[in-house]
């Protein structure tokens, strides 16, 4: 079997005759965007954003662009659930999908169109000061995640409520914090990618199972959604499962559910 394709690897002239059309389709979701900053119940813009970014999805990839087809794999998930239920107006939809473009015009490597504004940036350790704290660092969720572009969106999403939140993207890192870290009495949610550069998901839940026994709630994140990969966590006592592609709305209502809010 042949490796997949990479920007290198393609014929000449036909890379920059995909880029070409990724910037139509860059200025088009830019005017989508707009228009959901305008009214956050445009069905006919819900509706074209969900349709460009599936294309984007299945396109990116086979040109290469893995990081850009993974974060339209997220953004496509969210935008089929804006377009089932138009009326629920709870997120603001015109500067998630202003953000989408953003990072997707630098995955793609090529320039945001101009008339996008540029949207708030997710931190890995935003804690806002007007919301009480569970202890002096304590995080109300934890993020453990290596690829970027969920990171991001899920980064854009917490901040976005209000969550404090740390993220870790290397497995090793992400324990030793998780050992050192003086929770108190919280009991912060511990999303956990089950495939991890430097150590696996699994490792660090069992070790946390030792040595913090009952401290974090966990939540594994996975492409893999096969029942028997759900019920290996389960069974030994993770709180349930995030399955890649992830709706940014789904995972939010959920997260909002888990921390009790």
């Known amino acids: ?3 997949d394709p990479t920007p290198a690897e393609l014929p000449p002239g036909l890379l920059e005759e995909y880029l070409q059309s990724a910037r139509g389709q860059l200025q088009l979701l830019a005017q989508l965007a707009d228009r959901l900053a305008a009214r956050n119940d445009d069905v006919e813009a819900l509706e074209a954003l969900r349709r460009e970014v599936h294309k984007i999805h299945g396109s990116a990839g086979s040109y290469g662009f893995w990081s850009a087809s993974r974060l339209a794999a997220g953004m496509e998930e969210t935008a089929k659930d804006w377009a089932a239920r138009p009326g629920d107006t709870e ?6 999908a202003r953000w989408f473009v953003l990072r997707l015009a630098g995955a793609l490597g090529l320039e945001a169109p101009i008339s996008t504004p540029a949207a ?3 931190g890995p350790a935003s804690m ?5 704290r ?4 304590t995080p109300e969720v934890i993020l453990v995640e290596d690829d970027p572009a969920l990171a991001e969106l899920l980064s854009y999403g917490l901040q ?8 870790f993207r290397n497995g090793r890192e992400a324990l030793d914090a998780l050992l050192a870290l003086d929770s108190g009495e919280a009991h912060p949610l511990l999303l956990l990618d089950v495939d991890l550069p430097a150590l696996d998901g699994y490792s660090i839940f069992d070790t946390l199972q030792r040595e913090r026994p ?3 709630r966990v939540v594994f994140t996975t492409v893999h959604g096969n029942e028997a990969e759900q019920l290996r966590g389960l069974e030994a006592g993770a709180l349930d499962y995030l399955v890649k592609p992830i709706s940014l709305r ?9 921390v009790g809010r």
Do not use: C, H, N
Not at 134 to 137: H, I, K, M, N
Not at 250 to 255: G, T
């Open 134 to 137: 569970a202890g002096p660092e």
């Open 250 to 258: 789904v995972a939010l209502e959920k997260i909002r559910r888990w």
């Open 120 to 122: 708030p940036q997710p």
């Open 128 to 132: 806002p000061a007007d919301r009480p």
């Open 214 to 216: 009952g401290t974090f």
């Open 1 to 3: 079997m042949s490796a």
């Open 91 to 96: 997120a603001d939809r015109g500067s998630l």
């Open 160 to 167: 976005s409520r209000g969550y404090r939140f740390r993220l």
